[in-house]
């Protein structure tokens, strides 16, 4: 008697070898490879935000999201300087992205799960929150000051319909000023017409670097947001490469690069790493 193959089982090794298949196009079309045949990265940025991507004074580009495309550079092609911005704005980010037009985008992109519909987010490399900048010879030492003198404290904020609210998480009492411009808010601190002003705290950071000891902060932050990069959907390759860049940024061997760049534009001395146990699973 002849057995004939089962149709199950037929119908089984078709549905194997189609996704053997699959995952060959899928791994021989990563945007990895693309990229190491290219010989360059790409990576979508902006050109108006300090710290974060603008012009320098010989007109090119500089900043710590500009300092991660040379991270993840150096981990493709062991050289930082093999990158290519594309200035774009920020509704660009992820249309950018989806047409390929960028291989990665780099420019202060809050993680939501609305995006993350989208596009593949990295690991986070920054987090921010809302900070509050001083003068350096305030009588406000800490938040707990500020909180204890209720509604005798101004804060200068950007004029925003949220503003009194965020304001208010941290300091309920407290009266809110709201500004048209970044400027503006500033001198209202410069002038004493506030005592405070609330904004980003990578801002608050980077205004005590360029200004040494006119300004400071106190050590409080609240409203954490997740800064990460983004990629394409669908290229896991890709998403695991530029993970691994820059968590080897973050905790292994091109520390270093991240450490510097941190401090230069945050002001801030990073820890080294800890030697032994895997701090990812403390």
Not at 139 to 161: F, H, M, P, R
Request: hydrophobic content about 40%; charged content about 20%; glycine content about 6%.
């Amino acid at each position: 008697m002849h057995h004939r193959p089962s149709v199950f089982k037929a119908c089984v090794f078709l549905f194997a070898a189609s996704a053997s298949l699959a995952a060959a196009v899928q791994a021989a079309d990563s945007k990895l490879d693309t990229v190491l045949k290219r010989g360059h990265l790409i990576v979508g940025t902006g050109s108006t935000n300090a710290p974060w991507h603008f012009q320098g004074a010989d007109g090119k580009l500089q900043g710590f999201d500009i300092d991660i495309g040379h991270i993840v550079a150096k981990g493709l092609f062991n050289d930082p300087s093999k990158v290519e911005y594309v200035v774009q704005s920020s509704d660009a980010r992820i249309p950018n992205l989806l047409t390929d037009k960028v291989d990665m985008s780099c420019q202060f992109i809050t993680v939501t799960a609305s995006r993350a519909q989208q596009v593949a987010f990295t690991l986070p490399y920054y987090r921010e929150g809302v900070g509050l900048l001083l003068p350096a010879n305030s009588k406000y030492k800490e938040i707990e000051d500020l909180q204890a003198a209720g509604d005798s404290v101004t804060v200068a904020v950007l004029q925003n319909v949220y503003a009194e609210e965020l304001v208010h998480q941290a300091l309920p009492k407290a009266k809110v000023d709201q500004y048209d411009s970044v400027d503006l808010m500033y001198q209202a601190v410069n002038s004493g017409r506030a005592d405070t002003a609330a904004t980003d705290q990578s801002s608050v950071k980077y205004l005590m670097v360029q200004n040494p000891g006119r300004y400071r902060s106190p050590s409080y932050a609240w409203s954490p947001q997740t800064y990460a990069c983004a990629v394409k959907r669908g290229d896991q390759d890709w998403l695991n490469f530029v993970n691994t860049a820059l968590h080897e940024a973050m905790t292994g061997v091109e520390f270093p690069m991240y450490k510097a760049s941190f401090k230069q534009w945050f002001g801030v001395d990073l820890p080294e790493p800890a030697i032994g146990f895997p701090v990812e699973f403390k």
